[in-house]
């Protein structure tokens, strides 16, 4: 079968383990094809990790086939998709627990909260969503935000040996900051984790629907930034990102009933978690999004 170029050219970045998935990929839709007794049903979705497959099965019934790497968060997606059990979320139908390969109800693909013209209606949506998601909660067997926390506080002191401006070191340096005031008391909640427009899609059964979780255990507050900077691009364009992101931190902390202080803590531990992993890969500033919602989040 033919491979979205998105996802072929994402793994051609990745090493040796990624190149396997990859390759023996077309042998995997086969046998899981033949193992749910499923024929393809349409053109494949996907993202940078992972194929997306609709399928029909022999009574006529529409899922999709989710492929990805068989990684520690393909097994949390399991646990968290079967705890939430539908509610505000894609249903898990079946999975496979060797390949991790899960079978999903079908949603509407081409539709996602990105397409929703007005910023305040797509985040009052997603907001409604991620307070059901966050209120449930975290089953056993999920990683914690203490642990989270705390590895990401271990990794500060070289990280920023690693950024070259001042301002950023200390911008970053708050960031730990507030990590260090939080991290004896990470929540217990389930967390969604990655909850931004794109992973909001158009279903039946309810209007709309969250998919692709990786989810911990945890404070409702490391939750939002995916929401806050939802779209980055287009919150750019339109020339008042700091506003937008005020905003959407208004909206969410107000639908979730959360301390503004806590989710701006918490909100400047996403910040130190995405800029920690762009020092990983070899950058030595900031990204631009981070650093205004950071300032936003300070500025609280
Ligand atoms: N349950 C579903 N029904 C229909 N399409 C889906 C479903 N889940 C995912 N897709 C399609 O596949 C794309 C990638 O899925 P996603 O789970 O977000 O994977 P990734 O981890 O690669 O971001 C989505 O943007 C959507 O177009
Ligand atoms: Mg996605």
Request: net charge negative; hydrophobic share 45%; glycine share 8%.
């Amino acid at each position: 079968m033919l491979l979205p170029e998105v996802l072929l050219a994402s793994y051609r970045r990745e090493g040796e383990a990624g190149r396997a998935w990859i390759a023996a990929l077309p042998t995997l839709v086969e046998e899981s094809l033949a193992r749910w007794d499923l024929v393809p049903d349409g053109v494949p979705g996907s993202g940078e990790a992972s194929l997306v497959l609709p399928v029909r099965a022999t009574d006529g019934g529409r899922a999709v086939l989710k492929f990805q790497p068989p990684r520690d968060e393909s097994r949390a997606a399991v646990v968290g998709l079967r705890a939430w059990d539908g509610a505000g979320i894609v249903r898990l139908i079946d999975h496979d627990p060797a390949s991790t390969t899960m079978l999903l109800e079908r949603l509407d693909g081409s539709r996602s909260l990105a397409d929703v013209g007005d910023d305040d209606t797509a985040m009052g949506v997603l907001a409604e969503l991620m307070r059901g998601l966050t209120a449930v909660p975290a089953p056993a067997g999920l990683r914690g935000l203490a642990d989270i926390a705390t590895a990401m506080l271990d990794e500060v002191p070289a990280a920023l040996r690693s950024l070259a401006d001042p301002d950023e070191r200390r911008l970053l340096r708050s960031c730990a900051d507030a990590v260090t005031d939080l991290v004896d008391e990470p929540g217990d909640r389930l967390l969604h984790w990655d909850l931004h427009y794109g992973n909001v899609l158009a279903g039946e059964r309810e209007p709309w629907l969250a998919i692709d979780p990786e989810p911990l255990a945890g404070d409702p507050g490391f939750d939002l930034m995916p929401a806050l900077d939802s779209e980055w691009d287009a919150v750019v364009a339109a020339g008042a990102p700091t506003r937008t992101v005020d905003r959407r931190f208004d909206l969410l902390t107000d639908a979730l009933d959360l301390d503004r202080s806590r989710a701006a803590g918490w909100t400047l531990g996403r910040v130190l978690q995405n800029s920690l992993w762009d020092i990983e890969d070899g950058r030595t500033a900031l990204a631009p999004g981070q650093i205004i919602v950071a300032r936003a989040m300070l500025a609280r």
